[in-house]
């Protein structure tokens, strides 16, 4: 059924994030195993975590709204996925495939900043306080994510990758 209405177009997308953040938790086991650098690979480990944490949250949104979580497959975290799946696939030297992954994490982290940030709007919007809450501290997590994502980038030592 085609979304409706502004609840309609929150439940879709409140189900779009809840399949990515499952897709993520793979993922960023996926992640920490190709990671060398034990920095980045212990970043990777404490947001694994903390998705878990996020969709904990889900299921207790879904949960106030008197709904089953759902999942609606999410294309742009599919294409994230994949794209990422393409590189690897390459058999990229270490160094690279580190700040490749690195850098993958971060547009993963732009990409739910983006969701939750929209998702604590409509449901401020329509009144759903706790759940906004909710999402809302979702939100801080990805945000203080990606902060230490782009403390990690800027502090790599690029140079131990030869430029040709």
């Known amino acids: 059924m085609a979304p409706s209405d502004l609840h309609d177009l929150f439940t879709h997308n409140l189900e779009d994030i809840y399949y990515a953040e499952n897709e993520l938790l793979d993922a960023l086991d996926e992640l920490e ?3 060398e650098n034990e920095d980045i690979a212990s970043a990777f480990s404490e947001h694994r975590e903390e998705t878990q944490g996020h969709i ?7 949960d106030i709204l008197g709904k089953e979580p ?6 742009g975290i599919e294409g994230l996925i994949k794209e990422h799946e ?14 490749h992954n690195l850098i993958a994490a971060q547009k993963t982290e732009h ?26 501290e979702n ?8 902060d230490e994502l782009s403390s990690l980038a800027e502090s790599f030592d690029y140079g131990q990758i030869a430029a040709d």
């Open 33 to 35: 195993s190709q990671t």
């Open 56 to 62: 904990d949250r889900l299921e207790e949104a879904f």
């Open 70 to 75: 759902e999942r609606e497959e999410c294309e």
């Open 86 to 99: 393409e590189f690897t696939d390459e058999g990229p030297e270490q160094d690279v495939l580190d700040v």
């Open 111 to 136: 990409y739910e900043i983006a969701a939750y940030g929209n998702l604590a709007m409509l449901a401020d919007r329509l009144g759903e306080d706790e759940v906004g809450d909710l999402l809302h």
């Open 139 to 146: 939100l801080e997590e990805e945000e203080d994510a990606l």
